[in-house]
C-alpha cells in the first residue's frame, strides 16, 4: 500500500478578511524508500501543506480532502490519535533547530525522551540509545555530548540532534522543511549526505520542502512544484528537471540549466509576484507572469496535461524547455 496519499488537500487560514485558501486541491503520493521534493517560491503553500500532513496547522485553520497513511485519513484522525502518531510514525524538522530544540534542557535528555515516551525504554537505555543515534547522525563524541545544551552546539550540529530526535521512534515518514537553509553550503551537503544514507538505514519515506533545486536534484525521486497554493507540475526528478513542462517549473529553473549544478543555487526570480490567495485571478493562477499567457489562461484553470505516465503539468501549452 502508497505509504502517504494526499487527495485534494485544500487548506483554509481564518483571517480577518474572511477564510484564505493558502492550498487549493492539491494531490500527491509518497512511497516507502522514496523521496518527494516540494519546489515553490515563498507563500505557495509547501509549509501549509507538512503541517496538514502531521496535524499542526495554525489554529482555527482548516483541511479538506484525504491524507491517508497506509489507508487511514489523518485528517479525521483525534488529536489523541495524531500524537501517537506524530513523533512515531511521522517525524518532521524544522528549518531552524533552535527554535524546536528546547534550550533549557540537555540535548540528550530530549533526545531520550522521544524514546521513553514512544517506545518505552527506562532512562538508562534511552540515553544509552541516544547517544547510538547522536553517533549516526554524525555528532563526535556522542556519549560526551549528550550533557551538552543546544546553545554550545554549532548549527549543523544543532540540525544533527534534530534529526536524531526525529528519528528516534524510527518513523515511516519523515518531513523535512528547508531543513538545510539556514546552515552554510559545506554543512547543508553533509546534512543531505545524512538523510540520504539515513532513508536507505531506515527505510523511511521522506519529504523534502527546499527551495534549493539543487539539493531536491539531488535526493529527490519524484518532485512537485507548488505555485500560488496549487500543484503546477509532478513527476519523476530526472524526467521533471529535463523537460520542465509547465512555464512556471521553467521559471523556476532559470534560462541556465548548467548552472543548477551548482550548490546552494537558489531560485531564480521571476518577474512579478505571486498573486495572493485572496487575489487569485481567473484561469490559471500563474497567467500574469506566464510568457506563453493566451486568452484561454485568463478564463479557465487549465487541466492536467501529462507529459508521461507518471509526469503531469497543469498548463494549457506544456513543452519542453529550450
Ligand atoms: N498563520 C497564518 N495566517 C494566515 N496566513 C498564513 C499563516 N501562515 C502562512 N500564511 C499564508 O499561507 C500561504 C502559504 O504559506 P506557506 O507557509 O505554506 O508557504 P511556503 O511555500 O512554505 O513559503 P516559504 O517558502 O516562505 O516557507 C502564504 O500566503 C502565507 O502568507
Ligand atoms: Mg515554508
Not at 495554525?58 to 479538506?64: L, R, V
Not at 539543487?214 to 505555485?227: C, F, N, P, T, W
Amino acid at each position: 500500500m502508497t505509504l502517504l496519499a494526499v487527495e485534494g488537500l485544500t487548506i483554509s487560514l481564518p483571517t480577518p478578511g474572511g477564510p484564505l485558501r493558502v492550498v487549493r486541491d492539491a494531490s500527491f503520493a509518497l512511497e516507502r524508500r522514496q523521496t518527494l521534493g516540494i519546489v515553490g517560491e515563498s507563500g505557495s503553500g509547501k509549509s501549509m501543506t507538512a503541517l496538514a500532513i502531521i496535524g499542526l496547522l495554525p489554529a482555527g485553520a482548516t483541511a479538506a480532502g484525504r491524507v491517508m497513511l497506509d489507508g487511514e485519513d489523518l485528517l479525521m484522525a483525534s488529536e489523541e490519535r495524531l500524537c501517537a502518531l506524530r513523533g512515531n510514525r511521522i517525524a518532521m524538522i524544522f528549518q531552524e533547530p533552535m527554535t524546536s530544540l528546547n534550550p533549557v534542557h540537555r540535548v540528550g535528555d530530549q533526545v531520550a525522551e522521544g524514546l521513553i515516551l514512544h517506545r518505552g525504554l527506562d532512562r538508562a537505555a534511552a540515553l544509552a540509545e541516544a547517544a547510538r543515534l547522536l553517533d549516526r547522525v554524525g555528532i563526535a563524541q556522542a556519549g560526551a555530548r549528550l550533557r551538552a545544551y543546544p546553545h554550545e552546539l554549532s548549527g549543523g550540529q544543532r540540525q544533527r540532534v534534530m534529526i536524531a530526535l526525529a528519528l528516534a521512534c524510527r518513523p515511516d515518514l519523515l518531513i523535512a522543511d528547508e531543513p538545510t537553509s539556514a546552515l552554510d553550503v559545506t554543512v547543508q551537503a553533509q546534512i543531505i549526505e545524512l538523510l540520504r544514507g539515513l532513508i536507505d538505514d531506515f527505510g523511511m519515506a521522506l519529504l523534502l520542502i527546499s527551495h534549493d533545486l539543487a539539493v531536491v536534484g539531488e535526493i529527490a525521486d519524484r518532485v512537485m512544484v507548488m505555485y500560488a497554493g496549487a500543484v503546477a507540475e509532478e513527476g519523476p526528478t530526472a524526467a521533471l528537471y529535463a523537460v520542465r513542462a509547465h512555464p512556471y517549473t521553467q521559471g523556476l529553473f532559470g534560462a541556465l540549466p548548467d548552472r543548477l549544478a551548482r550548490k546552494g543555487r537558489r531560485l531564480a526570480a521571476i518577474p512579478g509576484t505571486v498573486p495572493l490567495a485572496n487575489e487569485l485571478p481567473p484561469g490559471c493562477p500563474f497567467h500574469g507572469r506566464c510568457p506563453k499567457a493566451a486568452p484561454i489562461c485568463r478564463e479557465t484553470p487549465p487541466p492536467w496535461a501529462s507529459h508521461a505516465a507518471d509526469h503531469r503539468a497543469r498548463c494549457y501549452f506544456p513543452g519542453a524547455a529550450r
